[in-house]
């Protein structure tokens, strides 16, 4: 019976392990781990070795295509056969990809531009042109691959950080999806895609860098070629000739393109100017017509249309003054050749080239004016073309919602429009484009001949020609920004050259003011030694009062109108009344202060928040208190005002001191007295007369002492800190105390006990007996009462 059953367990089993392995062969292999997110291999030694490294690479994206072939073959679901599909996309591209690595690695590295041929010296306007040309090349191919090597750069660095988490990423699939092998080989097609990108990269990267260490040194040996050719090149009248043939052309066809165009702009103007009219119309109807009316999608659709045509003309103008502005440019350029040509040409005073260099420069920075209005301009055509696709976009809605014909066919007529507007924007973008790289082209042209003729002045020609070009209007511009009116206070207008004025006089003033107040203060002390609170006082009074007064010289000097300022006291008066009255109540109460000197600078003051300190400083705002921790403490002035102060130093600087202390009961009380006193007197800050003695106080009998007091004065201004007076007498008293044999008692409380239980008692006599002290037991023992035994016990 058991056989039989294991028997029919044991087939099913057997069937399973049948399916599994039948599974297991069709399915592809699991990917290989990897353990380096980059492999070196690929562009680190020879061309053999990373080619032979490649084959291997490519016979392992053969072996996963095959085995993904097997699956789109198969009978299998439809997304894992588009799944598979798309992996099988991914390695072949990679195979196209290693192949790519392959031709990098045989292909030469680029070579830089190749010298013209020129003859000399002395050498012609052909040849100067030639090498003017050829330098020009060199250094477009120097920024272009410039750039390209910085994208490279970054793109190495990108691809490091996107390689690590691939592998990551891979690494952790690998572990937790094993059975997802399509998903698993898609990271790992992932990830040897950024391999073989990082490997390319690698490959070009030196041969990039040699070619830019090329057209450096082609950049600089063109640059000296180009001075040389300069020094030597001989302008024949033929040259002149040419220059001026291509001139009067160039005039004559820019004559012939305005004669052209100029009817066509009179007439585009003037049908703008109708359709500005029509547009007024079409508002105002659709202001009067209602929301409800039938009539207003039809309006604001002939609103569209005429705007349209209104951006169609406009653009359209604007065309032709692009057209124009080329033209102007490439007369630009024939008249300073031109010119160049014969102020350049043999026997030329240096005068001449002088005045060539200054007259030109100006032209050069205009161009580049006109060069950045030009990018201006540029960047806000795309921008209206961005917008022009909106409403393009909006009007096809429109169109499929309309439900009459002869609304569709309104919206028909508004795409067409649009799609005129959409042609002469890109044409106008174009022209802008064109003019942007003329004017780019003749300012490089410009600046490069004149730093050419530069050197062929003397250094002294130079410095005075760069300073009659760029200091001959720096004193007009000056003049333009700082009289220029920036604001007005009533009939007065307030320039850059005001404020400056004002700024300058109450700076000036101010620190006049200050001299003024410590030279006052010196002599008010020295000459009739005043305190230095009163002399604070009087000093910083004198300084707000006369910083007043020159304030308002200073404003009528610099030209305003002194009667225009109530309207800023009526505005500080309301910016007080709102959100200023603390700096205000502060303002007063330092005034209050200063005038009636209920606390100067040097007194000892007590505040009702527990502040004691000394009085180091006093403004109109706000008092500087110093702590005996040696803290500085700003304490706005309205708080000496409003609260209770309690000053040591207010009427005279005379403090007195209460120092208590007590004595044991068996000292004698005018022995302690004259101990008392003669203590007193050793301390350096006592101070005695007839209005301020030196007193005794016997003041009664303690509960453990004999209690005394001394009363003793001192001087506050004589004090270095006002912290630590009575410990000074304190070790004055204990000395003499110490040396007198008098004691200082110390409290001491006697004990009687009304009840205890006999064991208690008899423990306690016992103890007494055995000390045999009757000092440590002052008391006697009661009788112990026995009504009370039972509580004391419990």
Same mark, same amino acid.
């Given at each position: 019976?058991?056989?039989?059953?294991?028997?029919?367990?044991?087939?099913?089993?057997?069937?399973?392990?049948?399916?599994?392995?039948?599974?297991?062969?069709?399915?592809?292999?699991?990917?290989?781990?990897?353990?380096?997110?980059?492999?070196?291999?690929?562009?680190?030694?020879?061309?053999?070795?990373?080619?032979?490294?490649?084959?291997?690479?490519?016979?392992?994206?053969?072996?996963?295509?095959?085995?993904?072939?097997?699956?789109?073959?198969?009978?299998?679901?439809?997304?894992?056969?588009?799944?598979?599909?798309?992996?099988?996309?991914?390695?072949?591209?990679?195979?196209?990809?290693?192949?790519?690595?392959?031709?990098?690695?045989?292909?030469?590295?680029?070579?830089?531009?190749?010298?013209?041929?020129?003859?000399?010296?002395?050498?012609?306007?052909?040849?100067?042109?030639?090498?003017?040309?050829?330098?020009?090349?060199?250094?477009?191919?120097?920024?272009?691959?410039?750039?390209?090597?910085?994208?490279?750069?970054?793109?190495?660095?990108?691809?490091?950080?996107?390689?690590?988490?691939?592998?990551?990423?891979?690494?952790?699939?690998?572990?937790?999806?094993?059975?997802?092998?399509?998903?698993?080989?898609?990271?790992?097609?992932?990830?040897?895609?950024?391999?073989?990108?990082?490997?390319?990269?690698?490959?070009?990267?030196?041969?990039?860098?040699?070619?830019?260490?090329?057209?450096?040194?082609?950049?600089?040996?063109?640059?000296?070629?180009?001075?040389?050719?300069?020094?030597?090149?001989?302008?024949?009248?033929?040259?002149?000739?040419?220059?001026?043939?291509?001139?009067?052309?160039?005039?004559?066809?820019?004559?012939?393109?305005?004669?052209?165009?100029?009817?066509?702009?009179?007439?585009?103007?003037?049908?703008?100017?109708?359709?500005?009219?029509?547009?007024?119309?079409?508002?105002?109807?659709?202001? =009067?017509?209602?929301?409800?009316?039938?009539?207003?999608?039809? %309006? @604001?659709?002939?609103?569209?249309? /005429? +705007?349209? !045509? #209104? &951006?169609?003309?406009?653009?359209?103008?604007?065309?032709?003054?692009?057209?124009?502005?080329?033209?102007?440019?490439?007369?630009?350029?024939?008249?300073?050749?031109?010119?160049?040509?014969?102020?350049?040409?043999?026997?030329?005073?240096?005068?001449?080239?002088?005045?060539?260099?200054?007259?030109?420069?100006?032209?050069?920075?205009?161009?580049?004016?006109?060069?950045?209005?030009?990018?201006?301009?540029?960047?806000?055509?795309?921008?209206?073309?961005?917008?022009?696709?909106?409403?393009?976009?909006?009007?096809?809605?429109?169109?499929?919602?309309?439900?009459?014909?002869?609304?569709?066919?309104?919206?028909?007529?508004?795409?067409?429009?649009?799609?005129?507007?959409?042609?002469?924007?890109?044409? =106008?973008?174009?022209?802008?484009?064109?003019?942007?790289?003329? %004017? @780019?082209?003749?300012?490089?042209? /410009? +600046?490069? !001949? #004149? &730093?050419?003729?530069?050197?062929?002045?003397?250094?002294?020609?130079?410095?005075?020609?760069?300073?009659?070009?760029?200091?001959?209007?720096?004193?007009?511009?000056?003049?333009?920004?700082?009289?220029?009116?920036?604001?007005?206070?009533?009939?007065?207008?307030?320039?850059?050259?005001?404020?400056?004025?004002?700024?300058?006089?109450?700076?000036?003033?101010?620190?006049?003011?200050?001299?003024?107040?410590?030279?006052?203060?010196?002599?008010?002390?020295?000459?009739?030694?005043?305190?230095?609170?009163?002399?604070?006082?009087?000093?910083?009074?004198?300084?707000?009062?006369?910083?007043?007064?020159?304030?308002?010289?200073?404003?009528?000097?610099?030209?305003?109108?002194?009667?225009?300022?109530?309207?800023?006291?009526?505005?500080?008066?309301?910016?007080?009344?709102?959100?200023?009255?603390?700096?205000?109540?502060?303002?007063?109460?330092?005034?209050?202060?200063?005038?009636?000197?209920?606390?100067?600078?040097?007194?000892?003051?007590?505040?009702?928040?527990?502040?004691?300190?000394?009085?180091?400083?006093?403004?109109?705002?706000?008092?500087?208190?110093?702590?005996?921790?040696?803290?500085?403490?700003?304490?706005?002035?309205?708080?000496?005002?409003?609260?209770?102060?309690?000053?040591?130093?207010?009427?005279?600087?005379?403090?007195?001191?209460?120092?208590?202390?007590?004595?044991?009961?068996?000292?004698?009380?005018?022995?302690?007295?004259?101990?008392?006193?003669?203590?007193?007197?050793?301390?350096?800050?006592?101070?005695?007369?007839?209005?301020?003695?030196?007193?005794?106080?016997?003041?009664?009998?303690?509960?453990?002492?004999?209690?005394?007091?001394?009363?003793?004065?001192?001087?506050?201004?004589?004090?270095?800190?006002?912290?630590?007076?009575?410990?000074?007498?304190?070790?004055?008293?204990?000395?003499?105390?110490?040396?007198?044999?008098?004691?200082?008692?110390?409290?001491?409380?006697?004990?009687?006990?009304?009840?205890?239980?006999?064991?208690?008692?008899?423990?306690?006599?016992?103890?007494?007996?055995?000390?045999?002290?009757?000092?440590?037991?002052?008391?006697?023992?009661?009788?112990?009462?026995?009504?009370?035994?039972?509580?004391?016990?419990?």
């Amino acid at each position: 019976m058991s056989i039989t059953t294991s028997k029919k367990h044991f087939c099913p089993l057997l069937f399973i392990v049948f399916l599994v392995l039948l599974s297991a062969l069709n399915c592809p292999a699991q990917p290989p781990g990897v353990s380096n997110p980059l492999e070196n291999k690929l562009y680190k030694g020879s061309v053999d070795e990373i080619a032979a490294f490649i084959d291997l690479r490519q016979d392992e994206f053969g072996q996963i295509i095959n085995d993904l072939d097997k699956i789109t073959d198969k009978d299998a679901a439809k997304d894992i056969k588009s799944s598979a599909t798309a992996v099988k996309d991914l390695f072949q591209g990679l195979s196209l990809q290693y192949k790519s690595l392959l031709k990098e690695l045989s292909r030469a590295e680029s070579t830089p531009l190749n010298k013209p041929t020129v003859k000399g010296p002395p050498y012609s306007t052909e040849n100067f042109d030639k090498v003017i040309t050829f330098q020009r090349k060199v250094n477009i191919r120097l920024t272009e691959n410039s750039k390209k090597f910085a994208l490279l750069q970054s793109r190495l660095t990108s691809l490091q950080k996107i390689a690590v988490n691939q592998l990551s990423e891979y690494s952790r699939r690998l572990k937790t999806d094993s059975e997802y092998y399509l998903l698993l080989y898609e990271k790992y097609g992932k990830l040897l895609n950024l391999q073989c990108e990082y490997a390319l990269l690698q490959v070009k990267k030196p041969k990039l860098e040699n070619l830019l260490v090329k057209l450096n040194s082609s950049k600089k040996e063109a640059n000296n070629w180009v001075k040389e050719i300069f020094s030597l090149i001989e302008i024949k009248p033929e040259d002149i000739t040419k220059a001026q043939k291509l001139k009067d052309e160039r005039q004559s066809l820019f004559k012939k393109n305005t004669d052209t165009t100029s009817s066509e702009y009179q007439d585009l103007n003037q049908r703008v100017l109708i359709y500005e009219v029509q547009l007024d119309e079409a508002l105002n109807k659709i202001e =009067l017509a209602k929301e409800s009316d039938p009539e207003q999608e039809s %309006l @604001r659709a002939e609103k569209e249309r /005429i +705007e349209l !045509i #209104l &951006d169609a003309l406009k653009l359209r103008i604007h065309l032709i003054n692009q057209n124009r502005i080329n033209c102007e440019i490439k007369i630009l350029k024939s008249n300073f050749r031109l010119q160049w040509l014969k102020d350049y040409e043999l026997g030329a005073q240096p005068e001449s080239l002088t005045n060539f260099i200054k007259e030109w420069s100006l032209e050069a920075d205009k161009l580049k004016h006109k060069q950045e209005a030009t990018t201006t301009a540029i960047s806000e055509v795309t921008l209206a073309r961005s917008t022009l696709t909106q409403r393009l976009v909006n009007i096809k809605n429109q169109k499929a919602t309309a439900q009459t014909p002869q609304l569709i066919e309104t919206m028909t007529n508004l795409t067409r429009q649009a799609g005129k507007v959409n042609e002469n924007i890109d044409k =106008l973008i174009l022209a802008l484009s064109e003019n942007d790289q003329a %004017l @780019r082209n003749a300012t490089r042209e /410009i +600046e490069q !001949i #004149l &730093d050419l003729v530069r050197f062929t002045i003397s250094r002294n020609e130079r410095i005075r020609t760069w300073s009659a070009l760029y200091l001959a209007g720096f004193h007009e511009r000056v003049q333009n920004v700082v009289y220029y009116p920036l604001f007005s206070i009533g009939t007065s207008f307030v320039t850059l050259s005001i404020i400056l004025k004002i700024i300058f006089l109450l700076f000036a003033g101010v620190i006049t003011l200050r001299l003024l107040r410590r030279q006052i203060a010196r002599l008010l002390e020295k000459k009739m030694g005043m305190s230095i609170g009163a002399i604070n006082s009087i000093t910083t009074l004198g300084y707000y009062i006369s910083l007043l007064i020159g304030t308002l010289i200073v404003l009528s000097s610099a030209g305003l109108d002194l009667s225009q300022l109530s309207i800023i006291l009526g505005a500080l008066g309301v910016g007080i009344g709102f959100g200023l009255q603390s700096i205000t109540n502060n303002f007063i109460s330092g005034i209050i202060l200063l005038t009636e000197q209920s606390v100067k600078v040097g007194d000892y003051v007590h505040l009702g928040d527990g502040l004691v300190g000394e009085v180091k400083k006093m403004t109109i705002r706000a008092t500087v208190v110093r702590t005996v921790e040696g803290e500085d403490i700003i304490v706005p002035n309205s708080e000496f005002i409003s609260t209770r102060v309690n000053t040591w130093t207010y009427g005279d600087d005379w403090r007195r001191l209460n120092i208590p202390f007590g004595v044991s009961y068996d000292s004698n009380p005018d022995e302690i007295v004259q101990l008392a006193e003669a203590a007193a007197r050793e301390v350096d800050i006592t101070r005695e007369d007839f209005m301020h003695p030196l007193k005794i106080f016997f003041e009664g009998f303690g509960d453990n002492s004999l209690d005394f007091s001394i009363r003793v004065w001192c001087r506050m201004t004589n004090l270095k800190a006002p912290s630590g007076l009575k410990s000074d007498y304190y070790f004055a008293l204990f000395r003499k105390l110490q040396e007198a044999g008098v004691t200082i008692p110390f409290p001491q409380r006697d004990l009687h006990l009304q009840t205890t239980s006999p064991e208690l008692t008899e423990k306690l006599e016992m103890l007494m007996s055995t000390n045999n002290n009757p000092r440590a037991m002052p008391y006697q023992l009661p009788t112990v009462r026995d009504n009370q035994h039972e509580n004391l016990k419990n």
